[in-house]
Every structure is written in structure tokens, then in C-alpha cells.
């Protein structure tokens, strides 16, 4: 941990949903790094989120964690309340929860379809309009939810992800313009091929995913996505609104 005189978060609350592991888990540890007080969010893995949480805390940080499935209205009421009722309020919520499939059009349910729109989607919906009036409350906020490259370069097998990722950006740039009058930003961060582990259903990596067909050669790490976000919550972003950040070696171009 840095001194805490230097800490850009220091004295800010925040949530990050699916934060047990990967991606979810570097962006909380840095947001404590900085200084926020965490709340730590996952839906099965309980013993996930505390190992986060412990690791929050061996840093010198503090967190607790919350489980919540972000795709029920009333779960993701309880976690903005649970941040309110450890820390006193919320500041920064990042939606990061999400799933990974692979299905082709032709063989996907109804059922597949809705339940990855109702985590990525319907999930950052329920958390942008549970925390919103905490924020307000406190003089503003900072709000990001994570995207994907692969809605942008349009893959195969992946129409409800990137759908879902679509929808997520197009809240995005509406709630910028919606809550800018109570100084909260809105932002999206749109990772390439990030070096996690898969889960099973998430299927082999699509064609160019290990990093191979980027400008800069290779996958990209956890950490600099968490530092993306890092940049959008803090001081240094204050200024930016309604914009999706591309991480992705240069493999796509955003505009």
C-alpha cells in the first residue's frame, strides 16, 4: 500500500461486481491499493470473494464482501445497501459480472439469451440505479462497466455476449448525459484479449484471442484493465464522460 496521504481514492467507498476473480479481482485490489474501501461482490463462490477480501485486508486495506446475484433487482438493492450500512455510502461502482458462452444462433435458447443480457445488462442497470442515489447524496461519482472487444469485431457463436455488451455501452453514454448534472461520470472499459482463466463454458479462445493478432503482440494482463479503470475513477478522470476505453494492444481501433 502506498502512504495514505498520497492515496487518490482515500475516503471513497466502492462496489465491484464479480470481483472473485480475473479481471473483477485486480480492479478491486487496485482500487484499495489507491485507497477506496471495497466492497467485494460474487454470486456462487463465496470462498472467492473472502479470498479477495483477505488480500484487501493483508494490504491494509479494507473490504467485506457481499454475495449478490446482480440479475435480481432485490439482491442488488441489498449490496448498495451493504456498502451504505459498512462504509457509509457509495462513490464508485464498477460492473464487471459477466458470462462467457459460446452457441451458435441456430442452437441457442431463449433462456441462454436472457440469462447473459440479464447479468451484463440488466446487471449494470440495477447497480447504476441502486448506487445512483448514494452518489448524489455524496456530490457525485464515478461508474464503469466492463465491456468487450468482440461486440466491435463481430464474432460468431457470441451474438447474445455481444449484444449484451452493445446494450452496456449504449446505457453508458445515456446515463452520462443523465446524471453529468450530479457529477457522475459514466464509462465503459472495453478489454481485448485479456490473459485469465476460462471457465469451461466461456469454450476455446475465438481466432486472434491469445494475443497473436494484435499490434503489440500478445494478451493483455488483468492489471492493465484494473488501471484503465483505476484512471476513469480517480481524480485524473474526472473530466471524461461517456466513453468507451479500448485496452486491447491495438487490435481494434475505437471510435
Request: include cysteine; charge should be negative; proline fraction near 4%.
Amino acid at each position: 500500500m502506498t502512504d495514505g496521504t498520497t492515496r487518490p481514492l482515500a475516503g471513497k467507498v466502492a462496489i465491484v461486481t464479480g470481483a472473485g476473480k480475473n479481471i473483477g479481482r485486480a480492479i478491486a485490489c487496485n482500487l484499495a491499493a489507491d485507497g477506496a474501501a471495497l466492497v467485494v461482490n460474487g454470486r456462487h463462490d463465496q470462498g472467492a470473494v473472502g479470498a479477495v477480501v483477505d488480500e484487501i485486508a493483508a494490504a491494509g486495506g479494507s473490504a467485506v464482501g457481499h454475495m449478490a446475484d446482480v440479475s435480481e433487482p432485490e439482491a442488488v438493492a441489498g449490496l448498495a445497501a451493504a456498502a451504505v450500512e459498512a462504509f457509509g455510502g457509495i462513490d464508485i461502482a464498477v460492473s464487471n459480472a459477466g458470462l462467457r458462452r459460446q452457441t451458435p444462433m441456430l442452437e441457442m435458447s431463449y433462456a441462454e439469451w436472457r440469462e447473459i443480457l440479464s447479468v451484463a445488462l440488466d446487471g449494470a442497470f440495477l447497480l447504476a440505479q441502486a448506487v445512483a442515489p448514494s452518489m448524489i447524496d455524496r456530490g457525485g461519482g464515478a461508474f464503469v462497466g466492463l465491456s468487450g472487444m468482440s461486440h466491435h469485431l463481430g464474432l460468431a457463436n457470441r451474438c447474445h455476449v455481444s449484444a449484451s455488451k452493445a446494450g452496456l455501452e449504449g446505457l453508458v453514454r445515456s446515463l452520462a448525459v443523465e446524471l453529468a448534472p450530479h457529477r457522475i461520470t459514466v464509462n465503459a472499459v472495453s478489454p481485448g484479449s485479456i490473459d485469465t482463466v476460462r471457465g469451461a463454458s466461456a469454450g476455446a479462445l475465438p481466432p486472434g484471442g491469445g494475443g497473436a493478432d494484435a499490434p503489440l503482440g500478445r494478451q493483455g494482463t488483468v492489471e492493465e484493465i484494473a488501471a484503465a479503470v483505476a484512471y476513469l475513477v480517480g481524480p485524473g478522470g474526472a473530466y471524461v464522460t461517456g466513453q468507451t476505453i479500448h485496452v486491447n494492444g491495438g487490435r481494434f481501433f475505437g471510435k
